[in-house]
């Protein structure tokens, strides 16, 4: 088993430095890297485990906060375990955080995460890889779409709203993309109801996108994060065989 190094860092964007997470082997070589997009609960002890578990099957990882002008993560007090009730409350008191990260705004900060990868030494020359859970999987679409030279592969998870009406719904950016995507949706997720999955699919289809989308049966929204009401053990393997699969081809 690889041996992970773990820091908390500060990486510059147009807005301030955001705070954090880098994980990688504890050799010191460079390896491919990875950036990863939490959902809104964000950095937090189940997220750092995620990270070092990709640490050390050979990446050079780094979660940032993506709400990092509210402050450091987490940038609302979490509990050990957020159940449904917890989760109601705790959305109510991160709307306007969620509310500030405007599209331009997270594409922006995208951009600045990928430029600290290419400078990072522990990180290896070219392309990165982007994994996004939640409100990150659609993060990562549209990343992958303004920043098609510097992305390699797009994993997403249990994202919501990925095919919408809005002007920036994250299928928009499947044209720019030349990235590979995997999407693991959740069964009956009411922020991807099939209309969205169909919707998506034929985007992806149609500008020639080297896709799979998956439904997860039974799975509901948020199957992956193991400190939730929301988390579904056969799920989350079923998310990391196919997270690390896509990655060993991509690099």
């Known amino acids: 088993m690889t041996d992970v190094e773990r820091t908390e860092v500060r990486v510059p964007t147009e807005d301030g430095a955001a705070d954090a997470y880098l994980a990688r082997p504890a050799d010191g070589a460079p390896r491919p890297a990875v950036l990863c997009l939490t959902d809104a609960f964000g950095v937090r002890p189940t997220v750092r485990e995620a990270a070092d578990r990709v640490a050390r099957a050979g990446f050079t990882v780094l979660v940032p906060n993506l709400f990092h002008r509210r402050g450091p993560a987490p940038v609302v007090e979490l509990p050990g375990f957020i159940d449904a009730e917890a989760r109601g409350e705790l959305f ?3 709307r306007p955080a969620l509310r500030e990260l405007t599209p331009e705004r997270a594409t922006a900060d995208a951009g600045a995460y ?3 990868l290419a400078a990072l030494p522990e990180a290896a020359d070219g392309p990165v ?4 859970y939640c409100m990150g999987a659609g993060l990562a679409l549209r990343a992958a779409g303004a920043f098609p030279d510097r ?4 994993a997403g998870f249990h994202g919501g709203r990925l095919a919408t009406d809005d ?11 030349t990235a590979e995507v995997y999407l693991g949706h959740a069964d009956g997720d009411p922020s991807l109801p099939p209309e969205q999955i169909e919707r ?3 985007a ?4 020639g996108v080297r896709h799979r989308c998956e439904v997860y ?11 939730t009401a929301s988390y579904d053990e056969a799920a989350d393997e079923r998310h990391w065989a196919a997270l690390l699969d896509l990655l060993d081809r991509a690099f």
């Open 92 to 94: 109510r008191r991160l």
């Open 200 to 202: 998506l699919e034929k």
């Open 167 to 177: 002007p920036h719904s994250p299928h928009l950016a499947a044209p720019r993309i």
């Open 114 to 116: 990928l430029r600290w």
């Open 204 to 207: 992806l289809t149609d500008a």
């Open 129 to 132: 890889a982007l994994a996004g």
């Open 217 to 227: 049966p039974g799975a509901v929204h948020g199957f992956t994060q193991s400190d």
């Open 151 to 154: 992305v390699a592969a797009v």
